[in-house]
């Protein structure tokens, strides 16, 4: 971990300004009717997991460029982890991977006590295959022809919900690379017929309190047709499978300017969204940090949750968590700029008229009441974020006071430079 010094006194310098821009923004809000402190409290209790592949270098089928000090294994993963929680007090959780994360449950569970995380959903991999494994997947895994690829797949699926079970992990997230490649390579119906029939495997082996969450991706690595390709496909599959089953939005699987925000509110509307991957794109699954290409659109999705938030509806508890992949920043702090952004777009979405807006909305008001929206957008919360932070002991200025602390250099000394192979981008 940091010094606790180096980041006391780096928000002890910071103070003054904090506190006087935090009170006139507060000033400002209170003419809104707006309680700064109350929405400070929302964004302080809000944390988004960080997946254990994303603090790692990404890549892309070209090629990796590895940086220094890089995670050897899960242990040096969560030792990223519990920086990136340190310094933003943002992201209290991880999501395992498996079998890139699988270890000795007992010793996830000490690591976890150590570092302060806890585990946030399992993560299969029936995507690849793995050394000495009995049966491949290249041509499909929980969706193949034969039955004991099937089953290899199943059994995958529930050895990671065992897992799971022993660490603390309350969730299961599926997302498949099959589909196929050319018209009539594969039979749709049959196709899917055979997914929903696995699934119904792997959902009879879930604990009664937990759920499970599937992933829907339009294309890639399957580029004719995927399996479970669009929300649409994703809602049959939960509404097949049962309560306990639910639709992980993922922002970057999903044809460009498809109206996001509308899907999450209509997952929400029929009680089956699950949760989400952050990250953003420009072009495809690209993968790029939270809230770098498109913030408003993120905002968007954040104003549909809070919506969600103030009319309760019955099991609204969507998972977040974050979903990228960095190949030319430092993994550390495109995961701690992203979580920031994160709770940036929530405030802002906690900062909307609602009343206003639904006013608006009744008498057709189609100009003041986007303007509703724009108003909440524009506002720079910035004050409220770094205010959360400084009371929670994590830092002012997440990314400077990593930089100051040397964390990179003092690893890259402890941990060997890792090969060429690829990152694991989902
Ligand atoms: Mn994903």
């Known amino acids: 971990m940091i010094e606790e010094s180096v980041i006391a006194q780096a928000n002890e310098k910071a103070l003054a300004g904090l506190r006087a821009d935090y009170d006139a923004l507060g000033e400002n809000l209170s003419r809104r009717g707006i309680d700064i402190d109350a929405v400070k409290a929302k964004v302080g209790a809000y944390g988004v997991a960080?997946?254990?592949?994303?603090?790692?270098?990404?890549?892309?089928?070209?090629?990796?460029f590895p940086g220094g000090g890089e995670p050897r294994d899960i242990f040096d993963k969560m030792d990223d982890c519990a920086i990136i929680h340190q310094l933003t007090g943002a992201t209290p959780s991880v999501s395992l991977h498996i079998p890139w994360d699988?270890?000795?449950?007992?010793?996830?569970?000490?690591?976890a006590e150590e570092t302060g995380l806890s585990?946030?959903?399992?993560?299969?991999?029936t995507f690849q295959d793995q050394p000495g494994q009995a049966r491949s997947y290249k041509f499909g895994s929980l969706s193949h022809t034969d039955a004991a690829t099937r089953q290899q797949a199943i059994d995958h699926n529930i050895e990671c919900i065992e897992l799971g079970k022993a660490i603390g992990s309350k969730a299961l997230t599926v997302w498949i690379g099959d589909g196929s490649n050319f018209p009539g390579q594969a039979n749709f119906t049959r196709q899917f017929e055979r997914y929903l029939d696995a699934m119904k495997s792997v959902y009879a082996a879930l604990p009664a309190d937990w759920r499970i969450f599937t992933e829907?991706?339009?294309?890639?690595?399957?580029?004719?047709?995927?399996?479970v390709q669009d929300w649409g496909t994703n809602y049959l599959i939960a509404t097949e499978l049962g309560p306990?089953?639910?639709?992980?939005?993922?922002?970057?699987?999903?044809?460009?300017?498809?109206n996001i925000e509308m899907i999450v509110a209509r997952l929400i509307q029929f009680g089956k969204l699950g949760g989400f991957h952050f990250n953003d794109s420009k072009y495809g699954d690209d993968d790029l940090d939270t809230g770098s290409i498109d913030p408003y659109r993120l905002f968007l999705v954040f104003n549909e949750l809070v919506d969600a938030e103030n009319r309760k509806p019955a099991g609204f508890d969507p998972g977040h968590m974050l979903d990228?992949?960095?190949?030319?920043?430092?993994?550390?702090?495109?995961?701690?700029?992203?979580a920031m952004e994160v709770q940036r777009a929530h405030a802002q979405a906690l900062l909307v008229d609602r009343e206003a807006l639904e006013a608006h909305q009744e008498e057709n008001d189609a100009l003041m009441a986007t303007t509703t929206l724009k108003k909440a957008f524009r506002t720079d919360v910035e004050p409220i974020l770094a205010m959360a932070r400084l009371e929670k002991g994590a830092s002012v200025g997440p990314v400077a006071a990593y930089r100051s602390s040397g964390y990179r250099g003092m690893v890259a000394t402890q941990r060997p430079a890792a090969s060429g192979a690829g990152g694991g981008i989902v």
């Not at 829907?216 to 399996?227: D, G, I, L, Q, R």
């Not at 306990?244 to 300017?257: E, I, R, T």
Request: net charge neutral.
């Open 50 to 64: 960080i997946p254990s592949w994303g603090v790692g270098t990404g890549g892309t089928r070209f090629a990796r």
């Open 102 to 111: 699988k270890a000795d449950p007992a010793a996830l569970k000490a690591k």
């Open 119 to 125: 585990f946030d959903a399992m993560n299969s991999n």
């Open 216 to 227: 829907h991706k339009m294309y890639e690595p399957a580029f004719y047709s995927t399996v």
């Open 244 to 258: 306990q089953a639910f639709c992980l939005v993922d922002l970057g699987h999903h044809a460009p300017n498809v």
């Open 324 to 338: 990228q992949s960095h190949n030319v920043t430092d993994p550390i702090e495109s995961l701690m700029v992203s």
